[in-house]
């Protein structure tokens, strides 16, 4: 008995040490990630700025699934109204549309400018591997398009110096909590 006790005393007091040596995930590597050359859009004028192709319609999407998750949140039915609904007969049925993703589209991008200025590379960052399936599907050969932690780095940043000769993947990060 005085045996089990003292392993058991010496149990807790290992993992009491070990659990919180438990480090969180570097931000560098959360999340679906690409990095693309693709066409810089807009004339650079009020109203139109210069942006990467996929990026305003990756970031159209986040917020309007922001606004889609705070309308479905705002319209829920209180306490006092569910069994009104129940004895209502419309038991069953949703009282509000259903909220897209917790966070769709594109979270976070980055861009450096190509040296011939007409195209850009750009990381983009989302939590929904979809928010990538219209640039993923873009067969134009001019278009790049790398997932990271899928193409090997050394690839990915030899083919992309070709288009900015300073280019270095290392120092390209796009941080997104």
């Given at each position: 008995m005085r045996q089990t006790l003292v392993v058991l005393t010496l149990f807790i007091l290992y993992a009491s040490l070990i659990l919180p040596a438990q480090k969180a995930v570097d931000p560098s590597r959360r999340y679906y990630r690409v990095i693309a050359l693709i066409h810089l859009t807009g004339s650079g004028k009020a109203g139109d700025p210069v942006v990467p192709e996929y990026v305003v319609q990756g970031v159209a999407?986040?917020?309007a699934g922001l606004?889609?998750?705070a309308t479905a949140a705002t319209s829920q039915p209180t306490a006092a109204a569910r069994p009104q609904a129940a004895a209502s007969g419309s038991a069953g049925q949703p009282t509000a549309p259903a909220a897209m993703a917790?966070?769709?589209?594109?979270?976070?991008w980055a861009m450096q400018v190509t040296d011939d200025g007409k195209m850009a590379i750009v990381q983009m960052v989302a939590a929904d591997?979809?928010?990538f399936d219209s640039i993923l599907a873009d067969t134009r050969p001019e278009i790049l398009v790398y997932e990271i932690g899928k193409a090997d780095?050394?690839?990915?940043?030899?083919?992309?110096?070709?288009?900015?000769?300073?280019?270095?993947?290392?120092?390209?990060?796009?941080?997104v909590q």
């Open positions: 999407t986040a917020q606004q889609a998750a917790s966070r769709p589209g594109v979270l976070g591997h979809h928010a780095p050394a690839t990915i940043q030899a083919a992309l110096q070709k288009y900015k000769a300073n280019f270095n993947l290392s120092s390209f990060l796009v941080m």
